[in-house]
């Protein structure tokens, strides 16, 4: 069964804050950082597209993607 994702990180409109408030309510914490002075990403392995990141990005960083589906095969 695969899983589409359709979120991304938009790095021109991140502002990489301290704490990230996208991360703070992703509940399966799916919104990574490996360096602090670098944008988060979207682990899509952990990511359910449940939205709850988005409105809660105060710049916007995080867009829906309508048209680029990036898929997740899961083995069931």
Same mark, same amino acid.
């Given at each position: 069964?695969?899983?589409?994702?359709?979120?991304?990180?938009?790095? *021109?409109? #991140?502002?990489? !804050? /301290?704490? =990230?408030?996208? &991360?703070?309510?992703?509940?399966?914490?799916?919104?990574?950082?490996?360096?602090?002075?670098?944008?988060?990403?979207?682990?899509? *392995?952990? #990511?359910?597209? !449940? /939205?709850? =990141?988005?409105? &809660?990005?105060?710049?916007?960083?995080?867009?829906?993607?309508?048209?680029?589906?990036?898929?997740?095969?899961?083995?069931?």
């Amino acid at each position: 069964m695969a899983r589409e994702i359709r979120i991304q990180v938009g790095t *021109e409109t #991140c502002q990489t !804050c /301290r704490p =990230c408030l996208a &991360a703070d309510v992703c509940k399966v914490r799916a919104i990574m950082r490996i360096d602090d002075d670098e944008p988060p990403y979207i682990d899509i *392995e952990r #990511c359910y597209d !449940c /939205r709850l =990141c988005v409105p &809660a990005c105060p710049f916007g960083a995080l867009q829906v993607l309508s048209d680029i589906r990036l898929s997740v095969n899961t083995v069931s």
